[in-house]
């Protein structure tokens, strides 16, 4: 038991240094540090310099701890890794760090969880084998909780762009008849749609970066479809390469497309609204119905009470 305390305190001994290493210092001395190594800028930019030194150290930090939880948390697998900065880049995190700093939250998060579980079963005075499997199950939770909000990222993610991609492709319709080229539009649609739709306005930036790169423009839109991680935008990226080979409108080609990916999003739409009326029957029988129940069979049902406890030849 004093192994499970010394444990624990250690534990949240080490978890106050690391907040203590992310936060950083306000002093004279900082800040002139600070203004030095920024090529002493005006005292109306502190509060960035204390941000940047702030982010600088937070990386630093999760450098130094990452390689020991990726450790912890998966094996070194090379099919496992890549699977895995797939689902981060569909999420719309592409940095090189992505994935060491998901890994590295997940065992974190677990040893928050469990820290988090011990401490309330030490002070609820929970018996040892119970605590244990308490403390097991929080950090199993712990650890899995990255995952489903990563899921969930992409979900949305997902989503946003599916509902923003027929009114980028009228504007790439607009842009291509008006006579533009391909590439020009994607960079004019990109510029002009992030007010309203900025992941496929960082999107579309990406592939006109891409583009001005060197890469084809066909591995470009290929990588697009890849990042976006939906069925539509693999359907855009074919029917815009089968287009460019056949010689044939791309601005039909888009139109279409566009057509038929706002009939899609209608029919999804009517889909949700149908499955209302039997998402709404759980609620209705669980919690309505008792309610009216007990307001338009109650008054009745005391009167049979009282009529049957005062007359008791009735029984």
Not at 30 to 51: I, W
Not at 108 to 129: D, L, Q, S
Not at 135 to 163: C, H, N, Q, T, Y
Not at 309 to 315: C, D, I, V
Request: proline share 3%; charged share 20%; glycine share 8%.
């Amino acid at each position: 038991m004093d192994t499970m305390y010394l444990l624990g305190a250690m534990l949240v001994v080490g978890i106050a240094l690391i907040l203590y290493a992310v936060w950083p210092r306000r002093g004279d001395e900082t800040d002139t540090v600070k203004r030095r190594m920024t090529g002493g800028r005006a005292q109306d930019n502190l509060a960035e310099l204390r941000k940047q030194a702030k982010d600088s150290v937070a990386k630093k930090v999760i450098d130094s701890v990452a390689p020991m939880a990726v450790r912890s948390s998966t094996r070194e697998d090379a099919a496992q890794m890549s699977k895995l900065r797939m689902k981060l880049s569909n999420a719309g995190f592409r940095d090189d760090g992505a994935v060491t700093t998901f890994l590295a939250s997940k065992s974190i998060a677990a040893v928050i969880a469990g820290v988090g579980a011990a401490t309330y079963v030490w002070a609820n005075g929970t018996p040892i084998h119970n605590a244990i499997g308490i403390v097991m199950i929080a950090a199993g939770l712990g650890f899995l909780a990255p995952e489903l909000w990563l899921s969930s990222a992409r979900s949305k993610r997902a989503d946003s762009i599916r509902r923003g991609l027929p009114d980028t492709l009228d504007m790439l319709v607009i842009s291509v008849e008006s006579g533009l080229g391909l590439d020009a539009a994607f960079q004019r649609v990109g510029d002009e749609m992030g007010q309203v739709h900025p992941i496929i306005c960082e999107e579309l930036q990406l592939v006109s970066m891409e583009g001005q790169m060197g890469i084809p423009r066909s591995e470009a839109l290929s990588n697009f479809a890849t990042r976006s991680g939906i069925d539509e935008a693999r359907s855009l990226v074919a029917i815009v390469n089968q287009a460019e080979r056949f010689g044939t409108s791309i601005a039909r080609a888009l139109r279409n497309q566009s057509d038929a990916l706002r009939i899609k999003r209608r029919q999804a739409a009517e889909e949700t609204a149908q499955k209302t009326t039997v998402k709404l029957m759980a609620p209705l029988i669980l919690f309505i119905f008792p309610a009216i129940l007990v307001v338009l069979a109650g008054p009745a049902a005391l009167k049979m009470i009282e009529a049957l406890a005062n007359t008791p030849g009735l029984l």
